[in-house]
């Protein structure tokens, strides 16, 4: 069944994703596009290095052709950031072949409307509801497929927000890890270009991304950690398949979440000048809220999910929205999760501050007391009934173990805040068949008390 997730369909290669389904959703777009816009709407298309991503996309551009309407299709891999902010520079809809950070046998397809962020609920809705509709309505002009590079608009764009002559005194080494992912080309060309000094590995596209998971996150990124960990003075920096998330290593070869960085670079933007709220999901640290509490700054709290975060930005204008999963935007950018320009605005706020990313890394927890700590249990529940009695008991749940619900929160799931420094949320997936319970506090002792506790009602419960 073809199904619009938090970031688009995706589905298994040669299996649910095949050329059939791929009509099917291309011509549902084509519809959606036409019947909100009319043939006028340029619609530009792009891929990741994923197997058969450009057949797909080639496909796709075709069909789009058949019906009419002007398509630009990009000559070659593209990060869905820099497509993303295409759609906005042309004023065009976007469709991206990507499956993100899943794994190599997957891949999927995206839509990107003209305000260039993930397409909200109510659009996906709208798209699935226009699967095998008849389209087009009776004759159309056939156009042609024109292709382009799409980079240079978005490098032009970048070098208004990013100060490189400030990272050009940046203390520590870089090492960008390419990590096979589309950021090739891209991100080590923007360096280039403005003339910063790096070191990079892995750095060919290859379908199978090395055999890993196309994932910057601490297990996929063990040979960038170990050559950051026979230096101690560089900082190691990678993205995702489709380069819309980031990972970072400090300089003494710690991997640094995204809510750190988020912590970081909002303090940083503000001291540029930055002005308004951030935007955060329920999934995200405490810590965030305790940075903007203790500056003054209004915390934004969405659904899991970027396409939540996006549409906050677009309404609230916000200095820098995130997600814990690897995904921030800033204001006067794109709604759209850009690893690139995450990438970048650490290595400006490290140099700017004159001090090592791990000193960064530390001084985040200083400034707000204490570190968080956080963990995760994920329940295999196929039965929606027994996801929703679960949910149902932490709803109604006044403490936990020694602790207090002071707030709660049913924005995606339950979220409820134990003091000001402890939180459980409890939501379902959106793309597996499991109920996530994430924990967090500002002790590892704290921690493991709401753990225990709650499994104990868990087993209360079965």
């Known amino acids: 069944m073809i199904k619009f997730g938090t ?4 589905a298994v290669l040669d299996e649910e994703f095949n050329e059939e389904n791929v009509k099917r959703v291309t011509l549902a777009i084509g ?5 909100k816009y009319g043939y006028d709407k340029q619609l530009i298309i792009g891929y990741d290095p994923r197997l058969k991503a450009d057949f797909y996309a080639k496909m796709s551009a075709d069909i789009l052709t058949e ?26 809809c976007a469709i991206m072949f990507t499956a993100s950070h899943n794994p190599p046998e997957y891949l999927g397809m995206k839509f990107i409307p003209d305000y260039a962020g ?3 609920s109510e659009i996906t809705d709208e798209i699935l509801e226009n699967l095998d509709k008849p389209f087009p309505n009776g004759e159309v002009e056939k156009k042609s497929v024109i292709t382009a590079d799409f980079g240079g608009a978005y490098f032009a764009r970048i070098n208004t927000l990013v100060d490189f002559n400030i990272i050009k005194n940046l203390k520590s080494k870089i090492l960008f890890d390419g990590l096979y992912s589309a950021s090739i080309g891209y991100f080590d060309e923007i360096l280039k270009n403005n003339n910063i000094e790096f070191e990079s590995m892995r750095m060919e596209h290859d379908t199978n991304f090395g055999g890993l998971m196309p994932d910057p996150k601490p297990k996929y990124l063990e040979k960038l950690i170990y050559e950051i960990n026979e230096r101690h003075d560089t900082i190691g920096l990678a993205n995702d398949g489709d380069a819309d998330r980031f990972g970072c290593i400090d300089e003494m070869g710690y991997y640094v979440s995204p809510d750190v960085i988020i912590s ?26 305790e940075t903007a509490k203790k500056i003054g700054v209004d915390v934004i709290e969405t659904a899991v999910g970027f396409k939540h975060v996006g549409e906050a930005m677009r309404k609230s204008n916000a200095i820098i929205g995130g997600e814990e999963s690897g995904g921030l935007t800033i204001q006067g950018h794109i709604p759209e999760k850009d690893g690139l320009i995450a990438n970048l605005l650490i ?22 007391g204490c570190k968080f ?90």
């Open 373 to 462: 700590y956080t963990d995760r249990i994920d329940l295999k529940k196929q039965d929606d009934s027994e996801i929703a009695q679960i949910t149902e008991m932490f709803n109604e749940l006044t403490s936990l173990d020694e602790y207090k619900v002071t707030d709660i929160n049913l924005t995606d799931g339950v979220k409820l805040m134990l003091g000001e420094k402890a939180k459980i949320l409890i939501r379902k997936s959106g793309t597996e068949p499991l109920l996530r319970i994430y924990f967090e506090a500002d002790s590892k002792d704290k921690l493991q008390k709401l753990k225990s506790a709650v499994d104990d009602l868990l087993a209360q419960k079965a």
């Open 67 to 92: 019906c009419g309407f002007t398509v630009t299709l990009s000559s070659k891999i593209v990060p869905t950031p820099v497509l993303a902010f295409n759609a906005k520079y042309r004023n065009a």
């Open 118 to 120: 993930p397409a909200t």
């Open 31 to 35: 519809k959606y596009v036409r019947d």
């Open 7 to 10: 970031d688009g369909w995706r």
């Open 264 to 289: 970081i670079l909002l303090r940083y933007l503000i001291k540029k000048g930055y002005k308004g709220s951030v935007v955060k999901t329920v999934g995200s640290s405490i810590l965030i809220d």
């Open 347 to 368: 290595l400006e706020a490290v140099a700017d501050s004159g001090k090592t990313l791990a000193e960064l890394h530390q001084e985040a927890y200083e400034f707000v």
